[in-house]
């Protein structure tokens, strides 16, 4: 492998300050050139989703040599995620956006639907899982885990069973040597979770009524099912968090006292542990091979921790980090014996990498940038603080500043994230990176309601939809217009999914903050996205609707007390040039949403600029409609919120190449 610092790394790449040539959009715009990866079971290979301008492929390659062993096309299809089933074959979640046909299901309806695929590196063959059985609609709920049963590697995968017109979450196990599929247990019409023990059996699973919110906690007592707890929960439900710290244990979450507090469940007599307490961070790092706990991870504002229970992997953890100084590092996989290490680094020396740790051979290399188009390329700085809202409440923030600019009264775009209850993750964002390389400054504030900073943050965006949780956006765009940082006459507002309400909100909620708004697959209206829920969900009595009904305040679908907040019905107040994009395939927020919006800005004689993308999802997976999305964004902004031309910084001496862990 290549040493873990070439002394020969561009001057761009070490001080984003240094003026080079701006890439183009679509550098930023296409997936990722190392997307999902993976080490096999024995370190020995890495599987990739490797994407460019015009697709992706999977690739597999040798540790060692980098020697090719597999590149395949995706076509059409959109690959979610990748995994190793043994040394030898991967699996695919792959999806579509389709409408299932009724001679071959008894449910009829257009969804993203989610397979599986696998190829088998010894025999270079590709083979569908789980097809053709009936009764099944042959797709999963979600990614499979592996399991060794009777000395052989299965999978298990959860789906569903379709006895008359009823869906019943069903656990499936899949040999990979044949492709055998075997229905090991069946819920029933309100289980809604499992967990899988270390034989590749279900020991528990949860079932949840939706209408009057009873939670039950089921564990298996040879062929039946016991219940040993029960909760109410409309709202905050319990959770199965993973299979215990020792064997015979299961992980439960539950918010009964007020707070979520994780417990150890025995299996053998239901019993509960006291609450685990403090030291739990964001989530729990897992054994790779039995996906037992061994230690947790936190994420807080530009830094990521992990904090392993071993005292071995801890020290092993820390020297890792330290050699990677002034530089971001996750943990992205390992081999099952833990001695290979997978690592993505983000920093002003690394840009956005992979590097894999060898820890017999005491040996680490640069196994390719994530994004290769934009190695050499001088990146944003990435800054965090924290501003006072109007009331005083703290939020927290990234700010991304332009190479080669002087970063005093610069242009600024606001980039609130969707969710709500989400947070933008310390490290690469392609999409602040892309417009920081425009020029601008790109504000990410994580306002009230937002998750990763506490119960009490998230808590306070309770019922402040288009309310406090907005105005801590414009809050952040004034604390910099305090501070010099930007100029407040050249600030425009982006977002997608609810950025893209924030975004609209920005000029109809609120008016003479932003010069411009561009919103992607954002909600315009809030009475009719929950009237759309109540539909979809089965009614109004559903978890979801008392999920958003919660957030906005409203006391039921047909409140128009949020009225004032939805912006189709404020488009009289937009005054700046308005911008929509919207993926045709979206069913997360369906397109009607940005119709509503356009409708409402013809009926009140106002300009508005619509860009449809055309077989694309809310998650924007395809490259040609990502780069299509950012290609329409930019000039958009440069139009009406001209960025100032590059000055030259002059960069620092080069200072020496740091060692190796």
């Known amino acids: 492998m290549r040493l873990l610092r070439a002394t020969a790394i561009l001057m761009a790449m070490l001080w984003p300050g240094l003026v080079v040539a701006t890439p183009p959009i679509d550098a930023f715009g296409q997936l990722p050139t190392l997307g999902d990866i993976a080490l096999s079971p024995d370190g020995t290979r890495w599987a990739a989703i490797v994407g460019s301008a015009t697709g992706s492929e999977v690739q597999v390659r040798e540790i060692t040599t980098g020697k090719l062993l597999l590149a395949s096309p995706a076509k059409d299809l959109k690959l979610r995620a990748l995994q190793w089933a043994d040394n030898d074959r991967i699996v695919l979640t792959i999806s579509q956006t389709t409408q299932l046909r009724s001679e071959d299901y008894l449910f009829v309806g257009r969804g993203e639907y989610y397979q599986l695929?696998?190829?088998?590196?010894?025999?270079?063959?590709?083979?569908?899982?789980?097809?053709?059985?009936?009764?099944?609609?042959?797709?999963?709920?979600?990614?499979?885990?592996?399991?060794?049963?009777?000395g052989r590697p299965q999978l298990i995968a959860e789906g569903w069973s379709m006895p008359g017109s009823m869906f019943l979450s069903t656990v499936f196990r899949i040999d990979p040597?044949?492709?055998?599929?075997?229905?090991?247990?069946?819920?029933?019409?309100?289980?809604?979770?499992?967990?899988?023990?270390?034989?590749?059996?279900?020991?528990?699973?949860?079932?949840?009524?939706?209408?009057?919110?009873?939670?039950?906690?089921?564990?298996?007592?040879?062929?039946?099912?016991?219940?040993?707890?029960?909760?109410?929960?409309?709202?905050?439900?319990?959770?199965?968090?993973?299979?215990?710290?020792?064997?015979?244990?299961i992980m439960v979450g539950t918010h009964k006292s007020g707070k979520y507090e994780v417990h150890e469940v025995n299996l053998a007599d239901g019993t509960w542990s006291a609450p685990l307490g403090k030291g739990l961070g964001d989530g729990f790092l897992r054994d790779p091979a039995s996906l037992q706990p061994i230690g947790v991870y936190n994420e807080g504002l530009g830094t990521v921790g992990y904090d392993f229970w071993n005292p071995d992997d801890q020290k092993l953890w820390r020297a890792i980090a330290r050699s990677f100084k002034d530089e971001m590092v996750k943990l992205?996989?390992?081999?099952?014996?833990?001695?290979?290490?997978?690592?993505?680094?983000?920093?002003?020396?690394?840009?956005?990498?992979?590097?894999?740790?060898?820890?017999?051979?005491?040996?680490?290399?640069?196994?390719?940038?994530?994004?290769?188009?934009?190695?050499?390329?001088?990146?944003?700085?990435?800054?965090?603080?924290?501003?006072?809202?109007?009331?005083?409440?703290?939020?927290?923030?990234?700010?991304?500043?332009?190479?080669?600019?002087?970063?005093?009264?610069?242009?600024?775009?606001?980039?609130?994230?969707?969710?709500?209850?989400?947070?933008?993750?310390?490290?690469?964002?392609?999409?602040?990176?892309a417009l920081a390389s425009r020029g601008y400054a790109v504000l990410q504030p994580q306002f009230r309601g937002s998750s990763g900073f506490g119960a009490e943050h998230r808590d306070a965006g309770y019922g402040q939809w288009g309310r406090k949780m907005q105005t801590d956006v414009s809050d952040g765009v004034r604390h910099l217009a305090g501070l010099g940082t930007i100029d407040p006459k050249r600030v425009c507002i982006v977002g997608a999914s609810y950025g893209g309400y924030a975004a609209l909100a920005g000029v109809t909620v609120e008016q003479g903050v932003y010069r411009c708004a561009s919103s992607i697959a954002g909600v315009?209206?809030?009475?009719?996205?929950?009237?759309?829920?109540?539909?979809?969900?089965?009614?109004?009595?559903?978890?979801?609707?008392?999920?958003?009904?919660?957030?906005?305040?409203?006391?039921?679908?047909?409140?128009?007390?949020?009225?004032?907040?939805?912006?189709?019905?404020?488009?009289?107040?937009?005054?700046?040039?308005?911008?929509?994009?919207?993926?045709?395939?979206?069913?997360?927020?369906?397109?009607?949403?940005?119709?509503?919006?356009?409708?409402?800005?013809?009926?009140?004689?106002?300009?508005?600029?619509?860009?449809?993308?055309?077989?694309?999802?809310?998650?924007?997976?395809?490259?040609?409609?990502?780069?299509?999305?950012?290609?329409?964004?930019?000039?958009?902004?440069?139009?009406?919120?001209?960025?100032?031309?590059?000055a030259a910084v002059a960069p620092p001496p080069n200072p020496a190449a740091p060692a190796a862990p």
């Open 117 to 150: 695929t696998m190829h088998d590196l010894a025999t270079h063959s590709w083979r569908r899982l789980m097809n053709n059985i009936p009764l099944t609609g042959n797709f999963v709920s979600g990614t499979p885990v592996v399991r060794t049963v009777e």
């Open 177 to 249: 040597a044949t492709g055998r599929t075997t229905v090991v247990e069946k819920g029933n019409a309100e289980t809604g979770d499992w967990l899988i023990g270390l034989d590749g059996e279900p020991v528990a699973r949860s079932d949840y009524a939706r209408e009057n919110g009873e939670w039950r906690l089921m564990l298996r007592r040879g062929k039946n099912w016991s219940e040993v707890y029960r909760e109410k929960a409309l709202l905050d439900r319990p959770y199965l968090a993973g299979l215990g710290r020792t064997p015979g244990t």
């Open 332 to 433: 992205v996989d390992w081999s099952h014996d833990r001695n290979i290490v997978m690592l993505e680094v983000f920093g002003p020396k690394s840009g956005d990498a992979i590097y894999v740790v060898d820890r017999t051979s005491r040996t680490a290399g640069l196994l390719s940038p994530r994004y290769a188009r934009l190695e050499g390329v001088g990146l944003g700085t990435v800054q965090t603080l924290t501003y006072k809202a109007a009331d005083g409440t703290e939020i927290p923030a990234y700010l991304t500043l332009p190479p080669g600019r002087l970063h005093k009264n610069l242009p600024l775009i606001a980039l609130p994230h969707g969710g709500p209850e989400a947070s933008d993750s310390p490290g690469f964002d392609w999409w602040a990176q």
């Open 524 to 646: 315009s209206d809030l009475r009719r996205m929950l009237q759309r829920e109540v539909s979809d969900s089965g009614g109004k009595k559903n978890p979801v609707v008392r999920y958003w009904q919660r957030f906005m305040g409203a006391e039921n679908a047909n409140d128009t007390k949020i009225d004032p907040f939805s912006p189709a019905r404020l488009a009289d107040k937009v005054t700046v040039p308005l911008q929509l994009i919207h993926g045709k395939d979206d069913l997360v927020v369906p397109m009607e949403q940005s119709n509503f919006m356009v409708s409402a800005m013809k009926n009140a004689g106002k300009p508005v600029e619509m860009v449809v993308l055309p077989s694309e999802d809310h998650w924007l997976s395809r490259p040609a409609t990502r780069i299509a999305m950012l290609q329409a964004l930019a000039a958009f902004l440069e139009k009406h919120n001209p960025p100032d031309p590059a």
